[in-house]
């Protein structure tokens, strides 16, 4: 069991910059790949970025490369999405999942276990 918890969203200017951070708890999370997903109003989830167990390896969505960076602090039990240079279609509920490492790198929502509750990142144009 991982339970996780999302912080760090709020509303931004166009070409501003926000720091997602995603806390988890459960021995096994250091084993898990996790990704972040987002929600706009009005249309599916769709992946952000996913990041390996170990770190070394990571994946983006064409829209977002360049732009955002996932990283993530095993010793803290954290992960995290670095946004800059953030557009108004960036609007979203943010999500952070979890999926096990043989599916690495995976862009479906249906391979993840464990899901956050959410963070609302607005950006004004």
């Known amino acids: 069991q991982v339970q996780l918890v999302e912080s760090g969203g709020g509303l931004v200017q166009a070409g501003g910059s926000l720091r997602l951070s995603c806390a988890a708890s459960?021995?096994?999370?250091?084993?898990?790949?996790c990704g972040w997903f987002r929600q706009a109003p009005g249309k599916e989830r769709e992946f952000v970025a996913v990041?390996?167990?170990?770190?070394?390896?990571?994946y983006y969505a064409d829209s977002v490369k360049g732009r955002f960076t996932i990283s993530r602090d095993n010793s803290k039990g954290t992960v995290y999405l670095q946004m800059n240079s953030l557009k108004p279609e960036d609007t979203a509920v943010y999500y952070c999942?979890?999926?096990?490492?043989?599916?690495?790198?995976?862009?479906?929502?249906?391979?993840?276990?464990?899901w956050g509750q959410g963070t609302q990142v607005t950006v004004s144009s």
């Open positions: 990041i390996s167990w170990s770190g070394g390896s990571t």
């Open positions: 999942a979890v999926t096990p490492s043989r599916t690495y790198p995976s862009y479906f929502e249906g391979n993840y276990y464990y």
């Open positions: 459960g021995r096994t999370f250091n084993s898990y790949a």
